[in-house]
């Protein structure tokens, strides 16, 4: 039977329903919020970053730390990839769906080799995670075929980076293994430099597609919280390895509360809320998570020497170090984060004082990981300190009242 004229036949019109373009840049909708397909996609991306943290807190010294930033910075450059993307062209349709899955079916395969990215068997990392980005390529290449004229030189610059990444991955499988790592840390850096430069260097017209939305924004704040999950899971394999003691019990429950403070000065001062819309802002607000998330990372591996040496008299130093320059980057980078949000020009006479001290704290939390306390104490030093520029907030904010009430 003939379709009427002017009628599609049900069959297209279902196709354009759930197989939709790729949305044009700058018409992204900027108040949407986070669907569970984006959350289940970061929960992957986190079962990834825990993998990094388990090898990590099995190999804590200054090689495995520099191994565990490397592989964790890959992740979430692949991270920022797929969120990017998924947030300027992506529809919540089966289009959408199915080009989620692709990225988790090459993600799982990848967690899978981060172990043993470092050693010999690490071409099948290379490999993998080649393929990662050779997805992530093609995804934008789709995405930028229907952009306008004013995008379509920065999208095929992004596309040729990014499929030169994937190639340079696929070709390091070849390379010896101690020579492998140092060739990944390049390697980020580079792509790091290059989204940078693109971001800083857009012309006035791409700026819309610039501005970071509520989800992107979201989304970041999301990965923080199920990455300071992996604080819980360090203690929680930290006592399981070791006969449960009241000592290593309280020192457990001490770490708990370190992360939770972590938590608390990240949402408390920075979290959730959107950066000022310029370029260097939100180069630096979307950069600064880098470090930031990977700290809170190493801190969950660290923990569980923490707990598996609760009885010392002291503290190893390998585990001090580790927690203790998580805590100070976590303060220092939600400072910088705050650098980039109104608030800090809204209410400067906090956030000023407020910065200085988290600054004073860092320093201070590193002088107590040189020294090295027992772990007993060791905790609930870093959970006072971490109450200090928290404190700080409440006193300016019942002086406040007290003024407005005077008034």
């Not at 393929?131 to 789709?142: D, G």
């Not at 509520?214 to 819980?232: K, N, P, S």
């Not at 020192?251 to 938590?263: C, D």
Request: charge should be positive; aromatic fraction near 8%.
């Amino acid at each position: 039977m003939t379709p009427r004229p002017g009628r599609q036949p049900n069959w297209a019109r279902l196709r354009r329903q759930l197989w939709r373009p790729p949305r044009a840049h700058g018409e992204q909708p900027r108040h949407r919020v986070v669907g569970p397909l984006e959350l289940f996609y970061d929960l992957i991306v986190v079962v990834l970053v825990a993998q990094a943290a388990h090898h990590l807190a099995a190999h804590l010294t200054w090689h495995g730390l520099a191994e565990f930033a490397v592989v964790f910075a890959l992740v979430w450059i692949a991270w920022l990839n797929g969120t990017l993307h998924h947030d300027l062209h992506g529809h919540d349709d089966a289009r959408g769906r199915s080009l989620f899955l692709l990225q988790i079916l090459v993600l799982v395969p990848l967690g899978a080799f981060i172990p043993k990215a470092g050693g010999a068997e690490g071409a099948h990392f290379a490999v993998n995670a080649g393929i990662l980005f050779a997805v992530l390529a093609v995804l934008w290449f789709l995405a930028g075929r229907g952009s306008s004229a004013e995008f379509r030189k920065p999208t095929r610059l992004y596309v040729i980076g990014t499929a030169a990444r994937a190639v340079v991955l696929l070709m390091s499988a070849a390379l010896p293994a101690d020579t492998r790592m140092p060739a990944w840390g390049l390697l980020a850096l580079a792509y790091l430099a290059g989204f940078a430069w693109m971001v800083l260097a857009a012309a006035p017209a791409q700026e819309a597609a610039l501005a970071l939305t509520d989800a992107v924004v979201e989304r970041f704040g999301l990965l923080i919280i199920i990455v300071l999950g992996e604080t819980v899971t360090g203690v929680v394999d930290g006592l399981a390895s070791e006969p449960t003691t009241a000592m290593s019990l309280a020192v457990g429950l001490v770490a708990v509360m370190v992360g939770f403070g972590a938590w608390w000065t990240y949402f408390d001062f920075a979290g959730h809320r959107p950066p000022r819309r310029t370029r260097r802002v939100t180069l630096r607000w979307m950069l600064t998570h880098l470090p930031l998330t990977a700290a809170v990372t190493a801190m969950g591996a660290a923990m569980v020497g923490l707990v598996e040496h609760a009885h010392a008299d002291r503290t190893p130093a390998a585990t001090a170090w580790v927690l203790c320059g998580g805590v100070a980057v976590v303060l220092t980078a939600t400072m910088l984060l705050a650098t980039g949000l109104e608030v800090w020009r809204d209410e400067r006479d906090l956030y000023r004082p407020l910065a200085r001290t988290c600054l004073a704290v860092a320093l201070a939390v590193l002088a107590l990981g040189a020294a090295r306390p027992a772990p007993l104490p060791l905790g609930p030093v870093l959970v006072a300190v971490l109450g200090i520029p928290w404190g700080l907030a409440v006193a300016h904010r019942l002086r406040r009242d007290e003024e407005t009430a005077v008034l």
